[in-house]
């Protein structure tokens, strides 16, 4: 039974909390005690026997696997079963026949899992600092795996050493053997995690990091709980920060380990194997108080803002006009002094669309009492259709001009006292605003205001596995070299965003250009840890007029406003950082005679690849 | 006119030597100077007067480049001018209009060099240690270049600080500048290295680094020369060993300055753009010394080895009899003492090939006067019809008995007492020699001798940006995971080899395997300084019997043995060791049922991929 279908989670994004049992061949019986009597959703089960060593097995013994698949159906194996790889092995040893029976039992109980048809199978922990053997085994294994995936378990350890002091020997950080694991196997998309969380948690910087990763699960231990007044199982504050965290992120909760609470009832005494097997029928499973305060977590969750919810399906839909009418509102005020509120303004809306800002200059005309001739310039002739039906809707004919025209090449009739345009992208001047308003500038008045007065884009490093995965899954150069418009959930933002390119306008300075070039320097705080960047989120944040600002940049974005997602530029091959080793950046916009693009890479630690020379990969068309 | 052609080079291996001079217009006299009066091969002049400045052009004006394309025939500009870029561009300046300029300045004069179809292109060093905005522009113009090299200067510096300081500012190593400049702009292959030489040279260790880069020419100014006894110019015994590598890379040498050196001759005092601009009729010039002092170097230049020069189109022919007759007149006098010579030993001789080591059985015999029965057992038929033939020709019939067989499936109708074979690859065990070897092993006798009765393989770091280019040129994953046989040249060895597998001949254990995993870790010495690993040189030593080795790994190599080159393993991704960091490989031989193959990858200072999972690029069928 699902923890339960909230408000605001589509029914796919219900969360599920299984538990880890151990070994026990009647499979239904397990099944049955876990799920109907615990009503845990799925079981983490070991398939083999543990006492079993390849090495010792007669020639053509059975192998000892935990029931046949025929004692349960398809869909009760691949919907309430996660296999638990034995725990013994070991195929980094020094002991080489000891190496060579993990890997042999490895593919065994993949081989056999696989048969089975369950989802996924979860993979014990490296057993030291070195996980080259291990890598390489299970490469292999999924180099011919259909659709299983394989969770390797990770404990969530980092000792927090001072940063400097990152090589000395007592210094662990298991992300890092996450990170050489998962590099050594490239990234593969059947890999994910599954992190064992202990009684004391690292910083929250470095916590964050685990949300940009493939976390498929988290495997509480019962050692974990605290104790509440009345001797229930509860989690610390900071733990449960971290759970509500991985609910956001679709990461199952996986409860693991023996009771340790005696709460205030006979089952408390049931057997270590959490059922009683003495042949009495069961009463309470004895890890259900574990899983009951996990659901009670999840129940008291915020539900999820109405923003999150609807934002889909209105990309195309712009929602900033309020910000615009103050802004218009504001510089009609400056312009026209109130003993000449009876002066007529001309106002230009440079790509009207269906007329938003039309509106809205008309709603700051009306609430500042001001007069506006307005010319609405459009080049979409299925927009102007609109324009026109609403125009006459509204009985605007005396007061808006429809000019159905580009404005780089619009003839106009008279100058403008205010420009007013919405022709940002997610990073700013990704979609031609700086070519298009150089364009309509002309025929603005040299004291003229244009509205957005300036606009700045915004980078920040990510960790972004999926991400990178889906980019990368597309096997060319072209992919890795484009930015997408994405909906960025399971990341982790390393630093907080830096400027990147401004633009200002009107601007009338001699040799004018809209290339631009930056050089940034990222410090990743040095309690994360080391970090992978997969690329780089993108924002804009731009000045309306004076202090009425529209933007996404996320530290001063404008609140309820969803008509631009972030925008992620990839990274061919993803950088590891070091704590204290700073990360710089090179971006440039290029402009060539028929299209605009950006080039970027990475010169420190290490330098990558120019990504997007000459544009080769992604651009826009002039 | 060449530095002369030398016994042992061939015609295409000519030394050339050019020199530097400065902007002048008049490009048939300067050619006529440079190569009549001076003898030098070539010129390195700058294309564009070194005061234009695109900022300061008047509009439609035309542009200052030297001489026009009609001046000089299209082969005297492709064979004696290389196109020297004008050194005061910057585009890492802080300053905007510099770098604007700079930027318009470098493509102009790329695009003429283009059109005079020069071959290559020195770029001016960069200026500062950051280089990225220089590399994506160099970058750009790589993209759409047709044949033209562009060669970056740099200059051969590195203060040899202790190792463990080379975070400190006052730390400089121009390899560092060029290995970013060249990640930046992803190895291209149009892209090599102009190296200027100074009056001090760096350690040994970090000289040896460049071999193993694209270094197209070496830059010698006037000033690193020292004055000999008769005041001609000399260079130190530290340049003379340098330049001589150059010759042996056929890296061109490029004589650059003014006249240091007060030769007693009236022509010491020529003006200093090297030839008198007086009028009058120039006599010698200034440089000549220098040209004749490098020529002087070339032509005391060790003539090439024999073996060098023959190993060409031998790589079929057994050459390792000599090593193999010892060995077996070795085991012959251990196996049957004096006082029975007269017994008869049963050798067979698996892989008899066109019959050399039937042949060197023999002459072990004669030499040992013991008496001998060969089996040879060879499965090529048309090796079969050799052998026959050699057998008659020599009147072997009573002694060798031809076995027409692969020998893992041979019913041999009586036990051997030694067993010979050469089945060794490049990398030792790469031939399947281990799996044959288990097959024959059978109809050995238990305390028989096999010769050879082990071999190793070993591994070494190496910096080969040649053979990276030529394996990444494929642009596919396959080459990128294919060991290559290759006669190795231009590369550095960054360390000593170490072995990787053993193999022993026979070997009777229990649960005999030939899968095989090892992991190892090299040190760089700390004076090379940072170093780029693009893969790994294999060789192979093989004990034949006792102390009688036969082998390719450099330090023990069988002198004048050339049936084997080394193999190359290629990194996907190069990495770059920063001195102090190990580096850490493992290699495993895998086994299947069908075909055994390698896999590998580095697991610090970074993991890579692992390569050739489950053989899916490079394998041996069985």
């Not at 350890?157 to 590099?183: C, G, P, Q, Y």
């Not at 002309?442 to 244009?450: E, P, T």
């Not at 028929?594 to 651009?619: M, T």
Request: aromatic share 10%; hydrophobic share 40%.
């Amino acid at each position: 039974m699902p923890l339960g279908e909230k408000a605001g989670f589509e029914k796919s994004q219900s969360r599920y909390c299984g538990v880890e049992t151990e070994f026990n061949d009647d499979f239904p019986q397990l099944l049955n005690f876990n799920l109907s009597t615990g009503s845990f959703d799925f079981v983490v089960a070991p398939l083999m026997n543990p006492t079993y060593r390849p090495s010792l097995l007669e020639k053509d013994g059975v192998l000892p696997f935990a029931a046949s698949d025929l004692v349960l159906s398809p869909s009760q194996w691949s919907s309430h079963v996660v296999g638990k790889i034995s725990s013994w092995i070991d195929l980094d040893s020094e002991d080489e026949a000891l190496r060579m029976d993990s890997e042999t039992t490895l593919k065994q109980e993949i081989a056999w899992a696989n048969h089975l048809s369950v989802q996924a199978c979860i993979l014990p922990p490296p057993k030291g600092a070195s996980c080259a053997n291990y890598a390489r085994c299970v490469n292999q294994i999924l180099q011919g795996l259909n659709n299983m995936q394989l969770w390797l378990r990770i404990p969530l350890v980092k000792t927090d050493d001072d940063a400097m002091d990152a090589s000395s020997t007592s210094f662990i950080d298991s992300w890092e053997l996450w990170n050489s694991f998962r590099l050594l196997c490239e990234h593969h998309g059947q890999l994910s995690i599954a992190l064992d969380i202990l009684s004391s948690l690292p910083s929250v910087n470095s916590l964050g990091r685990w949300f940009g990763e493939t976390v498929a699960a988290a495997i509480i231990n019962t050692d974990s709980f605290l104790t509440n007044g009345r001797g229930y199982p509860c989690l610390s504050k900071r733990h449960q920060k971290l759970i509500t965290g991985f609910f956001n992120h679709s990461i199952q909760i996986v409860i693991s380990g023996k009771p340790a609470h005696s709460i205030p009832r006979p089952s408390s005494d049931l057997a270590a194997n959490n059922f009683d097997n003495n042949g009495e029928s069961p009463q309470r499973h004895s890890l259900r108080p574990y899983l009951d305060y996990v659901g009670f977590l999840f129940q008291r969750m915020d539900p999820l803002p109405e923003q999150e919810r609807f934002e889909l399906g209105y990309r195309d839909f712009l929602q900033s006009p309020l910000q615009y009418q103050r802004a218009i509102s504001k510089a009609l005020l400056d312009r026209v002094p109130d003993d000449k509120a009876s002066a007529t303004t001309v106002l230009m809306v440079v790509g009207a669309g269906r007329g938003p800002l039309v509106r809205a200059s008309l709603q700051a005309a009306e609430e500042t009492g001001r007069k506006l001739k307005i010319y609405a310039v459009e080049k979409n002739p299925n927009a102007v259709v609109t324009l026109h039906s609403l125009v006459k809707l509204e009985g605007w004919e005396d007061i808006v001009t429809i000019i159905s025209c580009d404005m780089r090449f619009w003839d106009a009739p008279e100058e403008a006292d205010i420009l007013v345009s919405e022709l940002l992208g997610s990073f700013g001047d990704n979609e031609l605003s700086p070519e298009c308003l150089d364009g309509a500038q002309r025929f603005l008045k040299q004291d003229g205001i244009s509205i957005p007065s300036s606009y700045t884009s915004f980078i920040q490093p990510l960790t972004a596995a999926k991400l990178y995965n889906d980019v990368k899954s597309h096997k060319d150069l072209v992919h890795f070299e484009t930015a997408y418009v994405v909906k960025m959930h399971n990341i982790a933002r390393l630093t907080p965003s830096q400027p990147v390119f401004t633009f200002t306008h009107p601007d009338y300075s001699n040799k004018k250009s809209n290339q631009r070039y930056k050089r940034l320097q990222f410090e990743i705080p040095s309690d994360t840890g080391s970090a992978m960047v997969h690329g780089f989120a993108g924002y804009f944040d731009a000045e309306l007029y004076k202090d009425v600002h529209l933007g996404i940049e996320p530290s001063m974005a404008t609140p309820n406003m969803f008509s631009w997602f972030a925008i992620f530029f990839p990274l061919r091959t993803p950088v590891c950082v070091k704590p204290g080793s700073p990360l710089e950046v090179h971006f440039w916009r290029c402009c060539g005679s028929s299209k605009v693009w950006y080039e970027w890479c990475v010169a420190s630690p290490n330098s990558s690849a120019i990504h997007n020379s000459n544009g080769r990969s992604y651009w826009v068309g002039l």
